[in-house]
């Protein structure tokens, strides 16, 4: 009775701690952007915004100043507060709904999100940090991940402006195009880590534990990781497939009509994605909070170990949000004809051979044990 309690105690504090880490490291990954971007022109980035009694303190407050640390928190205010403006021809029911559909999947692929390890002082067992650990957690993730198109789509569609519909009809085309490619891309990760004839499931935690003390999955599954990085970069539509919002033909996309708080919504949502996919991409592929391949975990036993797992975790995890970053400030965007003919005639077949080349592995070797 009492490692239940203890059990549901961990749970509750974990998800009420990570909804609140990811709105804040949402906002944080905008200012990492800023000033990222910033570093590959040449230029400050953010390093005016400060607070009355923290920014006038005599070392701490101009180093913090000049990291840009109070801007995400400016930016908030100002969607928060700024004046609400909702067009006259916009269907507003759907309106209002479109960025609040696009927000909430991405909050919601979080319960299922192992981002660490927490071992009893006694070292019986572990615990892993996990609001709900599906034996088709996967498929769950997918399910979630995929309804967050319908928030865009519907922004397109209630905006009643042509720019928003267009930016709507090229996400779900994307959507389309590309979640075939990252679905057969994971399949061969499960076919390797589930030994014929056994009854392993699609569970997160599983990956993981298999990568525990061993290699990373990315060693023996090169081609499935391509596939499902670039397939994240197109479904979280970030550069170079950034169709939806494409500023240089569309003004703004699917969000043309929308401003303030609304808008706000859209801008949180979309780093919400990038990192929760690049996440799921450190669990599947790098070995989640696991120290490097080859290597016992260095954690001790209690909270201090698990604190330091998810600390692990979180570096690869930002580590993968930096690659989105770089990528988005270095290549150039592509054509919406690229863009559909990498998703249906070069990464399709790539996954779709991969899956049948270790179709065939399974069937006739036997599986490396971690």
């Given at each position: 009775?009492?490692?239940?309690?203890?059990?549901?105690?961990i749970?509750?504090?974990?998800?009420?701690?990570?909804l609140?880490?990811?709105?804040?490291?949402?906002?944080?990954?905008?200012?990492?952007?800023?000033?990222?971007s910033?570093?590959?022109?040449?230029?400050?980035?953010?390093?005016?915004?400060?607070?009355?009694i923290i920014?006038?303190?005599?070392?701490?407050?101009?180093?913090?100043?000049?990291?840009?640390?109070?801007?995400?928190?400016?930016?908030?205010?100002?969607?928060?507060?700024?004046?609400?403006?909702?067009?006259?021809?916009?269907n507003?029911f759907?309106?209002?709904?479109?960025?609040i559909l696009?927000?909430?999947?991405?909050l919601?692929?979080?319960?299922?999100?192992?981002?660490?390890?927490?071992?009893r002082?006694?070292?019986?067992?572990?615990?892993?940090?996990?609001?709900?650990?599906?034996?088709?957690?996967?498929?769950?993730?997918?399910?979630?991940?995929?309804?967050g198109?319908?928030?865009?789509?519907?922004?397109?569609?209630?905006?009643?402006?042509?720019?928003?519909?267009?930016?709507?009809?090229?996400?779900?085309?994307?959507?389309?195009?590309?979640?075939?490619?990252?679905?057969?891309?994971?399949l061969?990760?499960?076919?390797?880590?589930?030994?014929?004839?056994?009854?392993?499931?699609?569970?997160?935690?599983?990956?993981?534990?298999?990568?525990?003390?061993?290699?990373?999955?990315?060693?023996f599954?090169?081609?499935?990781?391509?596939?499902?990085?670039?397939a994240?970069?197109?479904?979280?539509?970030?550069l170079?497939f950034?169709?939806?919002?494409?500023?240089?033909d569309?003004?703004?996309?699917f969000?043309?009509?929308?401003?303030?708080?609304?808008?706000?919504?859209?801008?949180?949502?979309?780093y919400?994605?990038?990192?929760?996919?690049?996440?799921?991409?450190?669990?599947?592929f790098?070995?989640?909070?696991?120290?490097?391949?080859?290597?016992?975990?260095?954690?001790?036993?209690?909270?201090?170990?698990?604190?330091l797992?998810?600390?692990?975790?979180?570096?690869?995890?930002?580590s993968?949000?930096?690659?989105?970053?770089?990528?988005?400030?270095?290549?150039?965007?592509?054509?919406?004809?690229?863009?559909?003919?990498?998703?249906?005639?070069?990464?399709?077949?790539?996954?779709?051979?991969?899956?049948?080349?270790?179709?065939?592995?399974?069937?006739?070797?036997?599986?490396?044990?971690?």
């Amino acid at each position: 009775m009492e490692a239940s309690w203890e059990i549901l105690l961990i749970k509750v504090t974990y998800g009420i701690l990570v909804l609140g880490a990811l709105l804040t490291f949402a906002g944080y990954t905008v200012l990492a952007e800023r000033k990222v971007s910033a570093w590959i022109q040449g230029r400050v980035g953010p390093n005016k915004t400060s607070l009355p009694i923290i920014g006038d303190l005599p070392v701490i407050g101009p180093m913090l100043r000049n990291l840009g640390i109070f801007q995400p928190l400016a930016d908030g205010l100002k969607f928060l507060f700024k004046e609400e403006i909702c067009p006259g021809h916009v269907n507003r029911f759907h309106y209002h709904l479109a960025p609040i559909l696009s927000l909430v999947p991405a909050l919601s692929i979080l319960a299922l999100v192992p981002f660490g390890q927490y071992t009893r002082d006694d070292g019986t067992s572990s615990i892993p940090l996990i609001l709900t650990d599906l034996d088709v957690g996967v498929l769950f993730i997918f399910a979630l991940s995929s309804l967050g198109v319908y928030g865009i789509v519907l922004a397109g569609w209630a905006s009643n402006s042509k720019y928003p519909f267009l930016g709507g009809v090229r996400a779900s085309a994307q959507m389309i195009s590309y979640e075939l490619a990252m679905g057969l891309s994971i399949l061969p990760v499960f076919l390797w880590v589930n030994q014929p004839g056994s009854t392993g499931g699609l569970s997160l935690v599983q990956v993981m534990d298999w990568q525990a003390n061993g290699l990373w999955m990315v060693f023996f599954q090169p081609v499935s990781a391509l596939v499902f990085l670039v397939a994240l970069f197109a479904e979280t539509n970030r550069l170079p497939f950034d169709m939806p919002e494409s500023e240089t033909d569309l003004v703004g996309g699917f969000h043309t009509e929308y401003g303030a708080f609304k808008f706000g919504i859209f801008f949180i949502a979309e780093y919400a994605h990038v990192i929760v996919g690049s996440a799921i991409f450190s669990i599947l592929f790098l070995g989640g909070w696991h120290f490097l391949p080859g290597m016992d975990d260095p954690w001790p036993v209690g909270w201090l170990g698990a604190v330091l797992s998810v600390v692990w975790f979180l570096f690869k995890t930002c580590s993968i949000v930096f690659l989105f970053i770089w990528v988005r400030w270095t290549l150039p965007r592509f054509r919406y004809d690229q863009v559909m003919k990498l998703g249906w005639g070069k990464l399709l077949p790539l996954a779709l051979a991969n899956l049948i080349f270790y179709a065939a592995l399974a069937s006739w070797m036997d599986f490396p044990k971690a």
